[in-house]
């Protein structure tokens, strides 16, 4: 989870910003000598980024931050934290930042937040901004939203890759204890039931491994990738992660339920990838509205529908 962050405040430094805010952190970030948090969710504005209220007035050549983020990777030991904020106001519609901001400014703190039942390995928390003086130099060079999205993008493609992992370590546990466990004169593995469930979780794996692959096939291409194959692995991967370790548990009977087990951590993982970088319920949100959007302006259902091929083209599916 560590290298998840990294790799996403890393992409944005080389991408987007300026030369001297690049050189200043980002050699540090790979080298793993300094922390970066990539910061969007606030307090009263989860999902919904455009009700965030942290902003940034001008005031000559810096600007004057306030507001806070929650649920923000590194926090507690952030170096520099990638900060959406509005521009001036915070009304809904504002124009948006994403400002590089040096946590050892005045002002700027970092603090640890609630322990989290998953991914424990990643330290979370809050940061605060109480009249932060940031250079103007240090806004990355794109529209505030829009980059932050970019690099979300690919930290969804993270998270279905994740998912992924899971549900790969959990068919793996699950066919071990299958096979070595017996019951009833027999070994488990014998029986229907369990078959059905290791197959079932098989098929999950392969099916979320190949979105996930043509998820990241989408985005080598640039521009952020292609928006709903994006959404498709991460939901899909995330909650068949979910749903393959709750029946991984069940395969493994009251020592699933062993505090601390592999199975019962994966279980608990499994759940945080339904929930960050977009929830199961936005992604879907976001699917529907682009399809009907999509029908309503062609009339048809083929133009909505590309599927990825390894050489980077793409084909169409049409009468579907």
């Not at 998840?4 to 793993?32: C, H, N, Q």
């Not at 990638?82 to 700027?108: F, N």
Request: charged share 20%; glycine share 10%.
């Amino acid at each position: 989870m560590e290298l998840y962050v990294m790799r996403l405040v890393s992409y944005l430094l080389s991408r987007f910003a300026r030369p001297e805010v690049r050189d200043r952190w980002l050699k540090p970030t790979i080298e793993g000598q300094a922390y970066g948090s990539f910061a969007l969710t606030e307090p009263d504005a989860g999902t919904d980024l455009r009700g965030m209220s942290t902003v940034a007035r001008r005031e000559g050549d810096n600007y004057m931050l306030n507001g806070q983020k929650c649920w923000v990777g590194f926090a507690p030991v952030a170096s520099y934290a990638i900060v959406l904020c509005k521009q001036e106001s915070t009304e809904r519609d504002a124009p948006t930042l994403a400002l590089v901001v040096d946590m050892s400014s005045p002002g700027a703190q970092g603090e640890p937040g609630p322990e989290l039942s998953g991914f424990r390995g990643l330290s979370n928390g809050k940061l605060s901004f109480d009249n932060v003086v940031v250079p103007v130099g240090n806004a990355l060079q794109v529209d505030g939203f829009a980059g932050m999205m970019d690099g979300l993008n690919m930290a969804r493609i993270d998270a279905a890759s994740i998912s992924c992992g899971i549900l790969r370590a959990a068919l793996e546990v699950s066919v071990e204890r299958a096979t070595t466990r017996s019951a009833f004169g027999k070994r488990i593995g014998d029986l229907p039931s369990i078959q059905i469930k290791l197959g079932r979780m098989r098929a999950a794996y392969h099916a979320a491994r190949e979105l996930a692959m043509r998820a990241t096939e989408s985005y080598m291409l640039g521009n952020g990738g292609d928006q709903d194959i994006i959404s498709i692995a991460k939901m899909t991967a995330s909650d068949l992660a979910r749903e393959h370790t709750d029946q991984a548990m069940q395969i493994f009977g009251a020592s699933g339920l062993v505090a601390y087990s592999r199975v019962e951590r994966l279980h608990r993982d499994a759940k945080a990838t339904q929930i960050f970088d977009g929830t199961s319920e936005i992604h879907e949100t976001m699917l529907g509205r682009r399809l009907v959007n999509a029908y309503a302006k062609d009339g048809h259902s083929g133009s909505f529908m590309p599927f990825w091929k390894t050489e980077g083209t793409t084909e169409t599916l049409t009468g579907a």
